[in-house]
């Protein structure tokens, strides 16, 4: 998966190539959503900052790193957050595809470095 999302931003995958949503299916139904959960039924199950999970386990350097520093240097991975889609207008009624593929990433990480932590201990 971590090729995939490299890749991700300049090219389609092909026909054989899962993509992130249905890599992720078996999670969606536990998944946290605030502002659309109305529309999806969803419930918030837990929430963690994963900023405080580093610090709680022993991570003190990592409490004021910015999202992209912590997904690099703990999952080893390079992360791409083009400029263009952080600026962007996330308020928007309809989000862009560059948004949701944005929104995707974050969402996956935060699951990967949550596991990740948690499990540290």
């Known amino acids: 998966m971590a090729s995939n999302l490299h890749t991700w931003w300049g090219s389609k995958p092909s026909r054989n190539t899962p993509t992130l949503h249905q890599q992720m299916l078996p999670y969606l139904s536990n998944l946290p959503c605030y502002m659309h959960s109305k529309y999806y039924d969803l419930e918030i199950s837990c929430i963690a900052d994963v900023a405080d999970l580093s610090d709680e386990f022993d991570h003190k350097e990592f409490k004021k790193a910015g999202w992209k520093t912590l997904v690099e240097t703990i999952t080893g991975e390079e992360l791409e957050k083009p400029k263009y889609v952080t600026l962007s207008n996330w308020d928007a009624k309809q989000l862009t595809h560059a948004q949701v ?18 499990c540290e201990n």
């Open 101 to 118: 593929k944005y929104a995707c990433v974050d969402a996956y990480y935060s699951y990967k470095l949550g596991k990740l932590l948690l």
